[in-house]
């Protein structure tokens, strides 16, 4: 019996010991999101904007990361980008060669992203965005902003999980591209405009073809989502959970 006690003491003691151990162990620090956005130019791009900071902010506790935002731009540099897991891009992009340049580095060196609706435009200064977006340029959208049906490719894929294989998306304007980002091998469509949407708009018109609305380029770690111009975007859960998943996947370690 004395052994036997002598056991457990032993093993309680052993406990206390790895509990004060790893009660003095610091606790991770949760990774840093920091998003990025333009308060003056188009009032449906910054009430996007506005909602959006506002459920990353609700959801950061939950979904275990920091979140903040800002209208400084020049805060897209190499010394601040060093502590960031991801960024985001709400309804802006970078307009500075030094901005430009620190965030290519950012993004070669394994850092995320996550860009909304007008981020994804890119322009012919900056030919490594083009890449970057799986070598398509915006070339046309519709006017005015309407709803419309999309179409799930991979259901699959853990941004899109829980998502309707098809469903009608709320009021947006929406892009299309040249040539459609499927053709890179390296880019994996999430989202497609469906054909049944065709002729999209009144004033300027979506007529047909491939027009895929979400995607990513596997070379980097990186998701566009198209949707972001106006107020409605969070008005249904659909798009909302795909934007947490979209975040999720970014912040989760490389296999």
């Excluded at 606790?27 to 308060?39: G, K």
């Excluded at 994804?120 to 970057?132: K, L, Y």
């Excluded at 991979?154 to 299309?176: C, L, M, R």
Aim: net charge neutral; charged share 15%; aromatic share 12%.
């Amino acid at each position: 019996m004395q052994k036997i006690l002598t056991s457990i003491a032993g093993v309680i003691a052993c406990l206390l010991v790895s509990s004060v151990v790893n009660a003095q162990q610091p606790a991770s620090p949760r990774p840093r999101v920091l998003a990025f956005f333009t308060a003056g130019g188009e009032l449906d791009h910054v009430l996007f904007a506005q909602q959006a900071m506002r459920a990353f902010a609700a959801r950061a506790a939950e979904d275990g990361y920091t979140f903040a935002a800002t209208t400084e731009w020049e805060d897209l540099n190499d010394a601040n980008l060093r502590t960031v897991r991801l960024v985001i891009w709400l309804n802006d992009m970078p307009r500075t060669p030094a901005q430009r340049q620190a965030f290519e580095r950012y993004m070669t060196g394994g850092g995320a992203w996550l860009g909304f609706h007008v981020s994804g435009f890119g322009n012919n200064a900056w030919p490594w965005f083009t890449e970057f977006m799986g070598g398509s340029r915006f070339t046309a959208s519709n006017w005015p902003s309407l709803p419309a049906r999309v179409n799930v490719d991979d259901g699959e894929h853990q941004i899109v999980k829980g998502v309707p294989p098809t469903f009608v998306a709320p009021i947006n304007e929406w892009y299309s591209w040249t040539p459609s980002p499927r053709l890179n091998p390296e880019v994996k469509v999430l989202l497609t405009l469906d054909q049944s949407n065709f002729p999209l708009g009144v004033k300027n018109t979506l007529n047909g073809g491939d027009i895929p609305v979400a995607w990513t380029n596997t070379k980097y770690r990186m998701v566009y989502l198209n949707y972001g111009h106006g107020n409605r975007i969070y008005s249904t859960p659909i798009l909302p959970a795909m934007i947490d998943n979209s975040v999720r996947f970014l912040l989760a370690p490389p296999k």
